[in-house]
């Protein structure tokens, strides 16, 4: 079983950075994808970017791209999300993904989910 944790939520004011973390156990992670996705309030969850953990390609969300940055720590078992360039638009609470077998923007192909980390950017 794959237990997912997310850290590194925070408050930050417009054009502000946070690197999210997204620790996984019980399971070394391998030959698949990870992904994040947000949801802010009143929204449905969107994806955001996504990783394939053995040739460390990627793929972002068009509202991301060149702002935020994906990345997976073979060593620490542990994916990240660098959000440059923060904008209020970003608020949401931020989830973490494992299991898709391509890199994919739809939240269905993942078999395994964390619990959440909220970000919030005030203007």
């Known amino acids: 079983q794959v237990q997912l944790v997310e850290s590194g939520g925070g408050s930050v004011q417009a054009g502000g950075s946070l690197r999210l973390a997204c620790a996984a156990s019980g399971y070394t992670l391998r030959d698949r994808v990870m992904g994040w996705f947000r949801q802010a309030p009143g929204k449905a969850r969107e994806f955001v970017a996504a990783i394939d953990w053995i040739s460390s390609n990627t793929y972002y969300a068009d509202s991301v791209k060149g702002r935020f940055t994906i990345s997976r720590d073979n060593a620490k078992n542990t994916g990240f999300l660098q959000m440059n360039s923060l904008k209020p638009d970003d608020t949401a609470v931020y989830y973490c993904?494992?299991?898709?077998?391509?890199?994919?923007?739809?939240?269905?192909?993942?078999?395994?989910w964390g619990q959440g980390t909220h970000v919030s950017v005030s203007s």
């Open positions: 993904a494992w299991g898709a077998r391509i890199l994919s923007s739809s939240g269905t192909q993942y078999d395994y």
